[in-house]
């Protein structure tokens, strides 16, 4: 078992700047790539960033390429998403996640999830 908690959501101004944190305990952290999601209301989640368990391997969602930046500290057993000149179109419960392999783009490939954090970006 993993347990995933994130922290780091907020109310922020449209091209602002936040970061989110993800904190992991129970199984070794190092044995999972990382992914980071998000949500709004009655939609699928959406893959946002994900990273391998080495770090040398990184992928964004093609959206948002230059403005998120995903990075883990092996050290500290927790992820990181860097979130700069957010919108309000940004706006979500953003989760963090956990897999083994399989397609980094998909929800159903990961193994374990956050509880997820609010990120309002307001205009």
């Known amino acids: 078992q993993v347990q995933l908690v994130e922290s780091g959501g907020g109310l922020v101004q449209a091209g602002g700047s936040l970061r989110l944190s993800c904190a992991a305990s129970g199984r070794t952290f190092s044995d999972y790539a990382m992914g980071w999601f998000r949500q709004t209301p009655g939609k699928a989640r959406e893959f946002v960033a994900t990273i391998s368990w080495s770090g040398g391997s990184i992928d964004y969602a093609d959206s948002l390429k230059g403005r998120f930046t995903i990075s883990r500290d092996s050290a500290k057993n927790t992820v990181y998403l860097q979130m700069n000149s957010l919108k309000p179109e940004d706006t979500a419960v953003y989760y963090c996640?956990?897999?083994?392999?399989?397609?980094?783009?998909?929800?159903?490939?990961?193994?374990?999830w956050g509880q997820g954090t609010q990120v309002t970006v307001s205009s």
């Open positions: 996640a956990a897999r083994y392999g399989g397609d980094y783009f998909r929800a159903n490939t990961y193994l374990y």
